[in-house]
């Protein structure tokens, strides 16, 4: 009665569930299918208008959609190396010590996941803006941080920070420390222990993470527009560009969209890629 | 590991219920009477007089309750497009009007019922740009509304204008548009931005530098009238509204006495003149003329 590839088979544990399940087994297969169509739906129907829309063409190739792609690739890319930069010592601490402060900071680690984004560009402008709390001080070195490119990563890391470095504490947590001891008293420094042991071992970890990170980075809108306004070519990534668009020329909003889509759709794939290459299936 | 986040985030949500848990208390007690909604779509900068203009209105029809979405005109047209429910449009400009019109969702004929028009604004505590000119200096940060936004389309019209005329450089729009850190989706966040001090100037119209001036919130660069066109607001009921006649009602208030004082209080000039461009005779749909109340 139940299509049989609804409900899996394989792994033992899933075999478990499977019988487990009983009378829930339909409710399960419903919410399912519910579910896939949700998130489906909308998903075909973008695909299936951009196709039929006017302008879409034009769209993919004009400048207000090369220049917010270029702007996001490249703003995007330098969050990811602020993030991996200062997240990965960061969260290695986390993960080896032991601390009340360190307790009271992975605490609040995450906070940036639940804080509404445009809170974040709220209080950045509060916190770097002209007038904000470092405003003069900035001022004074003649940096001003609003509506220029270096807002725009500020708000990605913001936001998406907190992404990479969940997912690498757990990573490094899942490193057994009496092998970085060995190793360390076989005479290989600690950071050659930390590249040949450590690193590889949490490596999956830390990809999804980072994967995971820039997705968000990507996404990035209330901060970005609170923090760093809406200039073509400077400020506005491809979220703004779409929301521009949406006002003007449906056909650039619906490229922007799928060129989006496109992308988180490569992410996960390389991403599943390069985990299956490690050889885990973090 | 997350205990304490998660203790605060129960303490946090504990607290909000039991303060919305009160007010649904308190508002459940009010609200005995069946209430007849009317909901307005209205341009950003309409946002402080309407909600005056809908107090009046509802004092004198009990059972009656305004909503309004306030939004730059473009977004809202976009959303009226895209199959959002409303009673009354109210726009900035004629452009988005025209295009809810030639989408035939209108009920019935727009009207212009207010003229606004355009100021640039400074922080109070900042003396980058004390005069027009200086828009066009090199390292003055500017915010202006998109190009999309009537806001924004009136302030890209009105640097023409002046770089048009001899008083300024004939390169003065684009010095100036070289100036814009941001292009705001409605007037408002380009006067919040202002009275942040976050950008050295912004244009936004006359009467939000008039109410920002009011709190002290920024200075005013006056623009001259010949540079100045004025911005016209038209008004009109739409074909799907759920009480077409509260709408029509309320679109009735805005053009009378009342609702006049109230906007001529916010700054607003009363239209030129009342009839939209118009030009074909389209359908008006179903909405019933006002004059049966």
């Known amino acids: ?282 | 590991m997350n205990s304490g986040l998660f203790a605060l985030a129960l303490a946090t949500a504990a607290f909000v219920l039991s303060v919305a848990a009160g007010g649904c208390a308190a508002s459940a007690s009010q609200e005995a009477a069946p209430v007849d909604t009317v909901t307005v779509f209205a341009a950003a900068s309409l946002a402080e007089p309407f909600r005056a203009v809908a107090d009046a209105f509802e004092a004198g029809q009990p059972g009656v309750e305004v909503t309004f979405n306030f939004a730059g005109s473009q977004a809202l047209r976009t959303q009226l497009e895209h199959g959002a429910r409303a009673d009354v449009f109210a726009s900035a400009d004629w452009e988005q009007m025209a295009a809810i019109r030639k989408a035939s969702l209108l009920g019935n004929t727009p009207e212009y019922f207010a003229t606004n028009r355009l100021a640039v604004v400074a922080p109070v505590g900042s003396s980058a740009v004390e005069s027009l000119d200086d828009l066009a200096r090199p390292g003055v940060s500017i915010a202006i509304a998109s190009a999309e936004a009537p806001a924004g389309a009136y302030a890209r019209a009105t640097l023409d204008l002046m770089a048009e005329s001899a008083d300024f450089p004939d390169n003065f729009a684009e010095s100036v548009l070289a100036n814009v850190v941001t292009n705001e989706t409605n007037v408002l966040a380009v006067a919040q931005k202002v009275a942040l001090g976050e950008v050295d100037a912004g244009i936004v119209y006359e009467t939000d530098a008039k109410t920002g001036q009011l709190d002290g919130s920024f200075r005013v660069v006056e623009i001259p009238l010949q540079f100045n066109p004025a911005a016209e607001y038209p008004i009109a009921a739409l074909g799907e509204a759920a009480n077409p006649q509260v709408a029509l009602d309320f679109i009735e208030f805005v053009q009378g006495d009342d609702g006049q004082a109230i906007l001529r209080d916010y700054g607003f000039a009363p239209p030129a003149n009342v009839a939209c461009p118009c030009h074909d005779a389209v359908p008006t749909g179903s909405v019933a003329p006002s004059t049966t109340r």
């Open chain 1, 1 to 282: 009665m139940i299509p049989r590839f609804l409900l899996g088979t394989g792994r033992a544990d899933g075999v478990r569930h499977q019988a487990s399940l009983g009378a829930l087994a339909p409710a399960g297969v419903a919410a399912t299918v519910v579910y896939v169509l949700f998130i489906g739906l909308p998903i075909v129907a973008l695909l299936a208008r951009a196709g039929q829309q006017e302008g879409f063409l034009a769209g993919l190739t004009g400048e207000l959609v090369m220049q917010a792609l270029r702007l996001t690739v490249i703003t995007s890319m330098v969050s990811m190396v602020v993030v991996v930069v200062v997240g990965t010592p960061f969260a290695l601490l986390l993960a080896r010590r032991r601390s009340t402060v360190l307790r009271v900071i992975d605490t609040f680690v995450e906070l940036p996941i639940v804080l509404p984004p445009v809170v974040a560009g709220v209080a950045m402008l509060m916190a770097f803006g002209r007038n904000g709390l470092l405003g003069p001080a900035l001022g004074g070195l003649g940096v001003t941080l609003p509506f220029t490119t270096a807002a725009v990563i500020f708000a990605q890391v913001f936001v998406a920070a907190p992404f990479y470095i969940r997912a690498a504490r757990i990573g490094f947590a899942g490193v057994d420390p009496t092998y970085e001891e060995v190793s360390q008293t076989l005479g290989v420094s600690p950071w050659a222990t930390f590249w040949r042991l450590t690193l590889p071992v949490a490596w999956p970890s830390l990809l999804t993470g980072l994967t995971l990170a820039w997705a968000r980075a990507v996404s990035e809108f209330g901060a970005t527009i609170m923090f760093a306004g809406n200039l073509t070519g400077r400020t506005q990534t491809m979220p703004l560009a779409i929301m521009t668009a949406m006002e003007s020329s449906l056909g650039s909003a619906l490229a922007l969209s799928v060129l989006l889509l496109a992308m988180s759709v490569l992410a996960l794939a390389a991403l599943s890629v390069l985990l299956r290459r490690t050889g885990s299936t973090a």
